[in-house]
């Protein structure tokens, strides 16, 4: 979980208040991997799976590690 202000971006959502919620209904943000880069033996973990449009040009994207553009994003 990565908190920064008011933000935050993890497996329960990319906004404080909806990760709020999540954990106030009791939500889990554990459940099956769906990314490629996932492709071990694991097949649970805590995946972001949704990360949000945060105006960085697509030609960066395509360049920058999904960890590092979650760094950033946070």
């Keep these: 979980i990565v908190v920064t202000g008011l933000g935050g971006l993890c497996t329960l959502g990319v ?25 071990g033996k694991t097949r649970i973990g805590a995946e972001v799976a949704d990360i949000p449009d945060v105006g ?14 979650m760094a950033v994003i946070a």
């Design 15 to 39: 906004s404080a208040p909806a990760i709020w919620d999540a954990m106030k209904q009791g939500r889990s943000g554990i459940g099956p991997l769906s990314s490629p880069q996932f492709d």
């Design 56 to 69: 960085i040009d697509r030609k960066n994207l395509i360049a920058i590690d999904r960890f590092a553009l």
